[in-house]
Nanobody, 124 residues
């Protein structure tokens, strides 16, 4: 089992930056693709970004491409989501998830374990 735990959320002004971290317990972190999703109040959970288990391949939602960067450090069992130029519409609970596959996808059902989420609030 690879249980993700997110941290790094908070309150930031529009245009600001945050870096989220996702640390997993258990072994074989490098055997899992990682994904970030978010859910705003009253909305469905939506895909943000994913990274392959090697870290060589990444994929982003159109809404964050160019502003968010996903990365991972397999030696530290940690994935990151660097967010810049934040907008009020980025406000949501951000979730980290692991997928028992080489490459992540944008589909929540492809992910096996989910964190509890961390709140990101962007004020205008």
């Amino acid at each position: 089992q690879v249980q993700p735990v997110e941290c790094g959320g908070g309150l930031v002004q529009a245009g600001g930056s945050l870096r989220l971290s996702c640390t997993t317990s258990g072994r074989a972190f490098s055997g899992y693709a990682m994904g970030w999703f978010r859910q705003a109040p009253g909305k469905e959970r939506e895909f943000v970004a994913t990274i392959s288990r090697s870290g060589e391949n990444t994929y982003y939602a159109d809404s964050v491409r160019g502003r968010f960067t996903i990365s991972r450090d397999n030696a530290k069992n940690t994935a990151y989501l660097q967010m810049i130029s934040l907008k009020p519409e980025d406000t949501a609970v951000y979730y980290c998830a692991t997928a028992m596959r080489s490459y992540g996808t944008s589909r929540p059902d492809d992910y096996n374990y989910w964190g509890q989420g961390t709140q990101v609030t962007v004020s205008s």
